[in-house]
């Protein structure tokens, strides 16, 4: 079903803007302690060359589907449909809109974190008066979206361009104080100083769910081009969302090993690159970055509200999602799709209370829910262009595409490690209930034999992640 056309209102520029600012939120704040914490310097590019390539070709499979297929204007979720059923592209809907609010519950741990160092009653982003105050940006930002898309869009370019400027401060600074010793100190993290095969394997798997999690939002015009004024526009926005990001991320990383040994960037607490940059410049340095950090998540918050509650609406088109999701307002907003959304997201504020690690495990579960996501539209791009005529233009670029694509899926979901993929059953498995539900008041059976199969198979591996946990054999 494609939207009308009134409600298509987003250009270049917004598009970009969401691509950008859904990109850069919280993560890059703390890339270099994250990365440093696990990783050398040579594992470090490592892992940006496997992200860099992986993440090119992901894009590239988005934008030959977003041209091939004009009428999946979902984006994520249509191309999981349309592959391999309704059950995997429903699974696709609800792990992405899963990952967006939960992501949303990471920014708002960080973001209260780094108003706790100008108010003393935020005081470390997890107390009672960081949740009340989360919960007033939550639906200060519901009630900003409720009066369109088009006016939140336009926000989000203003939002974007402003916290970009303390980041470009950061890099020109420790650009000027890199030191070229402190950066080939220990370049290959290992005990013999040299390259060890499974020591550096391991290292640059430890990079993989930081790499990831400060990507997520690279499909973002895709989800909106239902929404674009023009079609062409979706892949130039990703494509420029893509380069900038990448580059902003290099830099970042790269020089903060020229300012600081390993271990001192893995010990910084959060945001790292407050305290990295003070360490340079002086207490404004901390200052200012904090005040970055603020403006990036607010943003960065805005644009993933928009993609969480925009995937609910489009599968509710479908008859993915149930019907009442797709109800909307006067100004065209799914008004039912936002309010759960948010709901959900002032539940798991609450996390601020009980736990230590609210940030980390947020993120941590967002980014390996959203590998399905991913992984079904690299496996979508394959099937289709092997199914294209042979002399089509471009066919064999494009099966090489899914390809990379779909080994790079595989080696995230290998890289993210067992305990993270049966915690993430346990997030899909409700999900069962919901499409049954969706599909039979639509007097539709609700599942094929072999989707059957599948859903036993995740029900087994939810209860298998249950029973570690009672047992303590995983931790959250």
Not at 104 to 114: E, G, H, I, Q, R
Not at 168 to 188: C, E, P, R, S, V
Not at 347 to 371: D, G, M
Not at 378 to 403: D, M
């Amino acid at each position: 079903m494609a939207l009308k056309k009134e409600s298509k209102t987003l250009g270049l520029l917004p598009l970009t803007a969401l691509v950008i600012g859904s990109i850069i939120g919280s993560g890059i704040f703390n890339l270099m302690s994250n990365l440093s914490a696990g990783a050398s310097l040579m594992a470090i590019l490592i892992g940006w060359a496997i992200t860099g390539i992986g993440m090119f070709f992901l894009v590239l499979s988005f934008r030959n589907l977003n041209k091939k297929r004009p009428d999946l204007d979902a984006g994520i979720f249509s191309y999981a449909e349309a592959g391999f059923g309704k059950f995997m592209g429903f699974n696709s809907a609800w792990g992405y809109w899963i990952s967006a609010w939960i992501g949303n519950v990471a920014y708002a741990t960080l973001m209260f974190s780094s108003l706790g160092y100008f108010f003393n009653v935020f005081n470390g982003g997890q107390n009672l008066a960081s949740v009340i105050g989360a919960s007033v940006v939550l639906w200060g930002g519901h009630f900003l979206i409720l009066r369109g898309v088009k006016s939140a869009g336009f926000t989000n370019v203003i939002v974007t361009v402003a916290k970009i400027i303390p980041i470009a401060i950061f890099i020109l600074a420790a650009y000027a104080a890199f030191k070229l010793n402190i950066f080939t100190a220990d370049i290959w993290g290992t005990a013999s100083k040299g390259f060890e095969f499974s020591s550096v394997l391991d290292q640059v798997r430890s990079t993989m769910l930081v790499t990831v999690w400060v990507f997520i939002g690279i499909e973002g015009a895709v989800v909106f081009s239902g929404r674009a004024k023009k079609r062409s526009d979706v892949g130039k926005a990703t494509f420029l969302g893509l380069f900038t990001v990448l580059a902003i991320y290099l830099l970042v990383s790269v020089l903060s090993l020229g300012l600081m040994t390993r271990p001192d960037l893995a010990a910084l607490g959060q945001p790292a690159m407050a305290s990295l940059l003070q360490s340079v410049v002086g207490t404004w340095g901390a200052a200012l970055v904090n005040v970055g950090v603020i403006v990036s998540i607010a943003g960065a918050w805005l644009a993933w509200t928009m993609f969480a509650f925009e995937l609910p609406y489009q599968a509710a088109l479908r008859g993915t999602f149930p019907a009442v999701f797709k109800k909307e307002n006067k100004k065209g907003t799914p008004v039912v799709a936002l309010l759960v959304t948010n709901l959900l997201v002032q539940a798991f504020l609450f996390t601020f209370l009980i736990s230590n690690s609210a940030y980390v495990f947020a993120y941590s579960l967002a980014t390996t829910t959203i590998l399905i996501p991913y992984a079904f539209t690299a496996f979508y791009q394959v099937k289709y262009s092997l199914q294209e005529k042979k002399g089509t233009p471009h066919r064999a670029l494009n099966i090489t595409a899914g390809v990379v694509a779909s080994v790079y899926a595989l080696w995230l979901v290998y890289a993210a490690g067992l305990d993270y993929l049966l915690l993430t059953a346990i997030v899909y498995a409700p999900g069962i209930l919901v499409f049954a539900w969706a599909r039979m008041r639509q007097k539709k059976n609700p599942f094929t034999f072999v989707e059957s199969m599948i859903a036993v198979v995740l029900i087994a591996v939810c209860i298998l992640a249950i029973s570690r946990i009672i047992s303590g054999q995983i931790s959250i």
